[in-house]
């Protein structure tokens, strides 16, 4: 393996940890914030914006570069997982162009637009979806092909992520529509789905990096 390709990875790998430290001690230091109650998201959204965008921007660079060095590696992932994988990471990037609606109460003293949506908010929902899709549909994929491989733990594994971001998203989606129920905890819903993700990803990054 070439080194760039090893350094690709190696970001790739380093990316997901690196985006939920910064955006859990950022959110732990905001006025009105609340990770059980707010998404990540919510970070470009007041004071200190410029640093949860720019980790969207840089989370989102790395894995593409992962996603770059998956292609020419001897663990490559099957081609749906590396399509959905490479979709995934442009999402993270182009999250980072657009801010999220206020929701929950944050920013203090906002309220979510009854009448119309800003742009942005339309847009930062629409280019996370490759995200929020893209992964579980590459960790399902990857499952699949490790299980025809003979390979039972990358087989489980991926298949526990693949259910587990589904299953998160949706309790995460109906707390942020409104749901009683689930709006009290749907920070730390999609929370969940986003760190069974990103970790995923990262360890299919640096398995990559192992020799065959």
Same mark, same amino acid.
């Given at each position: 393996?070439?080194?760039?390709?090893?350094?690709?990875?190696?970001?790739?790998?380093?990316? @997901?940890?690196?985006?939920?430290?910064?955006?859990?001690?950022?959110?732990?230091?905001?006025? @009105? +914030? &609340?990770?059980?109650?707010? !998404?990540?998201? &919510?970070?470009?959204?007041?004071?200190?914006?410029?640093? /949860?965008? $720019?980790?969207?921007?840089?989370?989102?660079?790395?894995?593409?570069?992962?996603?770059?060095?998956?292609?020419?590696?001897?663990?490559? !992932?099957?081609?749906?997982?590396?399509?959905?994988?490479?979709?995934?990471?442009?999402?993270?990037?182009?999250?980072?162009?657009?801010?999220?609606?206020?929701?929950? @109460? +944050?920013?203090?003293?906002?309220?979510? !637009?009854?009448? =119309?949506?800003?742009?942005?908010?339309?847009?930062?929902?629409?280019?996370?979806?490759?995200?929020?899709?893209?992964?579980?549909?590459? $960790?399902?994929?990857?499952?699949? #092909?490790?299980?025809? =491989?003979?390979?039972? #733990?990358?087989?489980? @594994?991926?298949?526990?992520?693949?259910?587990?971001?589904?299953?998160?998203?949706?309790?995460?989606?109906?707390?942020? &529509?409104?749901? /009683?129920?689930?709006?009290?905890?749907?920070? +730390?819903? =999609?929370?969940?789905?986003?760190?069974?993700?990103?970790?995923?990803?990262?360890?299919?990054? #640096?398995?990559?990096?192992?020799?065959?």
């Amino acid at each position: 393996m070439t080194g760039w390709r090893r350094w690709a990875l190696r970001g790739g790998a380093g990316a @997901g940890p690196i985006f939920l430290i910064i955006s859990t001690v950022d959110g732990a230091t905001r006025d @009105g +914030y &609340s990770a059980r109650r707010h !998404p990540v998201s &919510s970070l470009v959204l007041g004071t200190r914006k410029s640093v /949860q965008t $720019a980790n969207f921007a840089v989370t989102g660079t790395l894995c593409l570069a992962g996603a770059a060095g998956l292609r020419h590696s001897a663990r490559r !992932p099957n081609a749906v997982s590396l399509v959905a994988i490479t979709a995934a990471s442009a999402g993270i990037f182009l999250a980072s162009l657009f801010a999220t609606d206020p929701v929950n @109460g +944050y920013p203090p003293g906002t309220r979510m !637009p009854v009448d =119309q949506r800003p742009k942005s908010g339309i847009a930062h929902d629409a280019v996370s979806i490759p995200t929020f899709l893209g992964l579980p549909v590459a $960790a399902a994929s990857h499952s699949m #092909a490790s299980a025809r =491989q003979g390979n039972g #733990a990358w087989a489980v @594994g991926s298949g526990v992520v693949s259910v587990t971001m589904l299953a998160s998203l949706a309790a995460a989606t109906a707390g942020f &529509s409104g749901s /009683q129920r689930w709006s009290a905890s749907a920070g +730390y819903w =999609q929370r969940l789905c986003v760190a069974d993700g990103l970790l995923w990803l990262g360890a299919v990054m #640096a398995r990559a990096l192992r020799p065959t």
